[in-house]
């Protein structure tokens, strides 16, 4: 499946993925889809510093 790795890493963060599309100013709709298909790395590596952002403001 289509970027399980993200997935998986906002879960061990405890960060839902609503979350991380509210920050990224898109819609968790529109963010969902583009789950779907595989993200460059530059993405991904830019998805993950944000899911890690969300995290530390919590603590």
Do not use: H, P
């Not at 906002?10 to 819609?27: D, H, Q, S, Y």
């Not at 969902?32 to 830019?46: F, H, I, W, Y």
């Amino acid at each position: 499946m289509a970027n399980n790795e993200i997935k998986d890493y906002a879960k061990k963060k405890r960060v839902c993925l609503w979350e991380v599309a509210n920050r990224l100013g898109i819609a968790d709709t529109t963010f969902s889809r583009k789950l779907r298909v595989e993200l460059s790395q530059k993405e991904m590596a830019d998805i993950k510093n944000t899911i890690d952002i969300i995290s530390v403001e919590r603590k």
